[in-house]
Structures are given as C-alpha cells and as structure tokens.
C-alpha cells in the first residue's frame, strides 16, 4: 500500500473512531432521556435523527431513504479510496481521509439505526439556527473544502518537483 494511502486511512480511521465514540456517548450518556443542552448562546447539544442527507434534505423519512442512500454511499466511498490510492500528494490524501472517515461513521449509522444518522451539534445565532450535524459531516465540510482549496490555489506535486532547481 502506498505511504500517503496509509496516511489517508489512518485519518479515516481515527475519524470513524471519534465519531462512533461521541455518538455512543451522546445517545448512551447525554442524551438518555433526549433534550436539549445549552452549552453556551450559540451551542447546543440536541439529538435529531437525519433520514436524508446534508443539511436534512430529502429528510421525509422516504423508504427510498433507507437502501439508495447506504448504497450511494458504498459506491462514492469505493471511487474516493480508489483515488486515495493512487494519490501522490499528502494535502490531498489527509482531505480524502477526512471525507471518507466522515463518510463512513455516518454509513455505520444508516445500518445501526434504520437508515438514520445521528447529529447532535446544533450552532445558532440568535434566532437563526444551522441544522444539526455531528463529527463525521465536520470531517466530511473539513475535507472538501480542503480538495477545494488545494483545487484553487495549491500547487501540484508534479508542479513543485519541475520547478526544482529553476529560478522564476
């Protein structure tokens, strides 16, 4: 297995890990019986069970939800540790390991809890509340704002190898 692969793994690994953990903990220890917790006047901790996927969308408890979303899942999870493998950077292969352990965590969810993710981070400002998330989404923004980023402005392996040794 190629080294930057391993890296990329190890960050998915360490995600699912993380993930899996606070949501136990959430859903064994916190959250039994469910509420509400302010945690400070722009954080709660609350417990909503998203059906669909970013954002609640497509959230109407559908049974469609509950097979083609695990399986559209699979199959971006295969195409992106397809690419993982055959990465060369380590920029890149830490942001597919971000978005595939993110990914992942909330595929584990899908099949522990009847097609449901759990998400229990809720930010607001004042009356204007962003719906409720959990560790794996944060993985998954974190990582593809990195691809984004890298996209727009990082410099390519290959670009910074040529450029070795030559002056502007």
Known sequence: MPPIARLGL???AAIVAADQASKWWILAVV???PRLITVTPFFDLVMA???GISFGLFNDHAEWNRWVLPGLAIVIIAVLLVWLW???GRFTAMALGAIVGGAV?????RFLHNGAVADFIQVHAGPYYWPAFNLADSAISIGATM???HALFGRSERTKSDSVGTSP
């Open 105 to 109: 965590g909330n595929l584990i969810d």
């Open 86 to 88: 055959r990465e060369t």
């Open 31 to 33: 959250m039994e019986p």
């Open 10 to 12: 190890a960050i998915a």
């Open 49 to 51: 069970w998203n059906r």
């Open 147 to 149: 691809l984004v980023w």
